[in-house]
């Protein structure tokens, strides 16, 4: 065999290694939890209280509609839906996206601030639990999800409010409250409250993954600030299809860390983008696909 095909054949076998760590959950250390979920249909008017300590889990997918193992993460986060009482939100890519008409710049951007990497699929359980990839860490990826939206997420012993009362058919006005929230957790950042306007559904029917409809569409955010209560006139976003809007308020901590001393928070500033561990195995294998190429260059030459 000619050294240009064993070397071929190395490059060949070095993609074939598994990622490092794929599939396996990583605790979130530099960004604050991501907690509420109370939510009204916009198309009417009413309330919705929760408490802090009964609250459900809520789980960010960052998907595309031409990701295929998005499809598959999908309907992992969907089995266990049920079960899990889990509250999911799905990201779709935008900025820079020319594939995918059902994300959002304000969305997509926050992702990018709290979460860095973009690659779909990745799922994020209360801010604080990342697991990336379409592969499974244990059994299935439902039993990965389980665990990952059953930790214990203890923010406090208050309550957090929603209320919506619809002046009409795209206007109206949002009143929010939070209180009773954990002294430790503001002590290592600041709250942020926002209101999510998610989509129920969007049938989308030429993206590449195989999948029609897409549930749970966040459309856009709308930022509150700090403010532990207020009220705000609003003129709701336009959906894909139907008129299955929803309105919720969700909050996050906004950590502080030190970059070269200078004190920045986490979805208020830019900050240098964290090591993306996930790229770096597949970065190594095209170093290494580099080297060999060349070296069968240079064997080349000798014979010649």
């Avoid at 058919?169 to 926002?194: P, R, Y």
Wanted: aromatic share 6%; with cysteine.
């Amino acid at each position: 065999m000619r050294v240009v095909d064993k070397l071929l054949i190395s490059v060949i076998l070095l993609s074939l290694i598994p990622i490092a760590g794929a599939g396996a959950a990583k605790t979130l250390t530099d960004v604050g939890p991501v907690f509420g979920g109370a939510h009204i249909a916009a198309n009417t008017s009413g309330s919705a209280t929760l408490a802090l300590d009964d609250l459900p889990a809520i789980a960010e997918e960052f998907t595309a509609t031409w990701c295929d193992p998005c499809a598959k993460v999908a309907a992992a986060l969907h089995e266990i839906e049920n079960d899990t009482g889990v509250q999911i939100y799905t990201n779709h890519r935008n900025i820079s996206e020319s594939m995918d008409p059902l994300g959002n710049e304000i969305v997509d951007q926050r992702w990018i601030d709290r979460y860095s990497s973009r690659e779909p699929p990745a799922v994020v359980f209360n801010g604080t639990i990342s697991q990336s990839g379409g592969s499974a860490n244990g059994a299935s990826l439902a039993e990965d999800f389980t665990a990952n939206a059953q930790t214990p997420l203890e923010v406090g012993d208050g309550e957090t409010s929603l209320t919506w009362i619809n002046s009409s058919e795209n206007t109206g006005i949002i009143t929010w409250s939070i209180n009773g929230i954990d002294e430790s957790l503001l002590a290592e950042g600041t709250l942020e409250s926002m209101i999510w306007f998610v989509e129920d559904f969007a049938h989308y029917e030429d993206g590449l993954n195989g999948e029609e409809y897409y549930p749970y569409v966040v459309r856009e955010i709308l930022y509150l600030g700090s403010n532990n209560s207020g009220s705000i006139e609003v003129t709701l976003p336009s959906t894909w299809d139907d008129s299955d809007l929803q309105i919720h308020l969700i909050h996050q901590i906004n950590k502080t860390i030190l970059v070269e001393d200078s004190c920045l928070e986490i979805g208020n500033c830019v900050a240098p983008p964290t090591a993306d561990e996930s790229f770096l195995p597949g970065f190594s294998v095209l170093m290494a696909t580099t080297v060999i190429i060349g070296a069968a260059i240079t064997e080349r030459r000798k014979r010649l």
